[in-house]
């Protein structure tokens, strides 16, 4: 193909230099939009979210604002678009669900404003942050986590509970089955199963182990979750687990 001699040296004139750039950051841009993000799952996403809470919160060194462990929304999915490449629903709609299962708090900070004429105008703006609980899901629980049951004088029920060492408290009648059952969790946790597989199977261990909090905890419900839990048999490393519960866990189903 004929090239024409004209053009040519005017794009390469230091004049021109600033209008080639422009070219090639808006070629590098449509590049960039062209290169869709990852499927992810919104467990992953509440994943991504929790873990930033939390790197925020050990690395801050102030309350609010871009260096403390509180952030605005519009900083947070900035950061995480930047970071993660999630949009903007991805990361409202889960954060949401965060706030609500109380692993992410949402605090609203009241200040006046004042307009020419003198007048005050209230306005709140909302800040966001990690909870102890949302620590205690990264870290596990620890010596400072608050017992299940706080407020509530166990004495008083005649009853001995018990802690296990994943944070649970069961009757003691029911030791060795809660701590197989921590076992279970534990080996769960650390298996390589598909995080949405192990989010289902610890709920259940979960519905388990809060029933054995009880002097007489319900069978059905005992029965409905071990259905769950025990399919956990087909993860690497916790066949010998599930049979260890399941030997422990059966008399108190029939």
């Known amino acids: 193909m004929h090239r024409n001699s004209r053009y040519e040296p005017q794009l390469h004139s230091s004049g021109n230099r600033p209008q080639l750039v422009a070219i090639l950051r808006k070629i ?5 939009k062209s290169i869709k993000p990852p499927n992810r799952s919104n467990t992953e996403v509440r994943e991504i979210l929790l873990g930033y809470f939390y790197a925020r919160n050990k690395y801050a060194t102030s309350a609010r604002g871009k260096r403390g462990f509180a952030i605005k929304i ?6 995480l678009k930047a970071s993660h490449g999630l949009s903007q629903q991805e990361v409202i709609g889960n954060l949401n669900y965060l706030i609500s299962q109380r692993w992410i708090d949402e605090e609203h900070v009241e200040k006046s404003v004042p307009l020419p004429s003198g007048t005050m105008i209230p306005q ?3 800040y966001y942050k990690i909870t102890a609980a949302g620590i205690d899901k990264i ?9 299940k049951f706080h407020g509530i004088n166990i004495a008083a029920t005649g009853h001995n509970i018990i802690t296990l060492g994943d944070g649970n ?19 769960i946790s650390k298996s390589n199963a598909p995080e949405v597989a ?3 199977l610890v709920a259940d261990i979960e519905t388990i182990q809060s029933q054995l909090a009880k002097p007489h905890p319900n069978r059905s419900i ?6 769950g839990a025990k399919t956990a048999a087909v993860i690497d490393g ?11 866990i059966l008399p108190y189903l029939s």
Do not use: Y
């Open 28 to 32: 590098a841009m449509a590049k960039a």
């Open 74 to 79: 519009m900083d947070v999915r900035k950061e």
């Open 124 to 126: 709140s703006t909302s």
């Open 139 to 147: 870290e596990g629980p620890g010596e400072f986590t608050m017992p």
């Open 169 to 187: 408290q069961i009757n003691a009648e029911f030791g060795d089955l809660g701590r197989s059952l921590a076992d279970l969790r534990e080996g």
């Open 198 to 200: 192990k989010l289902n």
């Open 222 to 227: 005992l029965g409905l979750a071990w259905l």
């Open 238 to 248: 916790c066949a010998e687990l599930v049979h260890k519960t399941a030997g422990l």
